[in-house]
């Protein structure tokens, strides 16, 4: 199972760190990655971490706000996400890849969190 946390109601500007912790399946051998489905749109990948943490990948529009991590010892992959905005209001999955190397594709990830909603207020 991927148990996420750390959503939340936040202030424009303001940080969370959401966590995901992988219980069941094997972590330390794939990679993991975060999206997130804004209201009313599509899937949006976020952010992916190699196996290692070696190998990461960001999509555009993080810019530099947000920081993912992964604690192969913990079985738990983090996102720290800095000077949010009201874009950025989802809610966001953990996935569990079903390989080694960080990817955008969601059909490439075996196993999905039951998301955590973040809020961002103008």
């Known amino acids: 199972q991927l148990q996420a946390s750390g959503g939340g109601l936040v202030q424009a500007g303001g940080s969370l760190r959401l966590s995901c912790t992988v219980s069941?399946?094997?972590?330390?051998?794939?990679?993991m990655g975060w999206f997130r489905r804004a209201p009313g749109k599509g899937r949006q990948f976020v952010a992916a971490i190699g196996s290692s943490g070696e190998n990461i990948d960001y999509a555009d529009f993080v810019n530099g706000r947000f920081t993912i991590s992964r604690d192969n010892t913990r079985n738990t992959v983090y996102l720290q996400m800095n000077s949010l905005d009201s874009d950025d209001t989802a809610v966001y999955f953990c996935a569990r890849g079903a390989g080694r190397l960080p990817t955008r594709s969601g059909e490439l990830y075996e196993n999905w969190g039951q998301g955590t909603l973040v809020t961002v207020s103008s």
């Open positions: 069941g399946r094997p972590f330390s051998s794939r990679a």
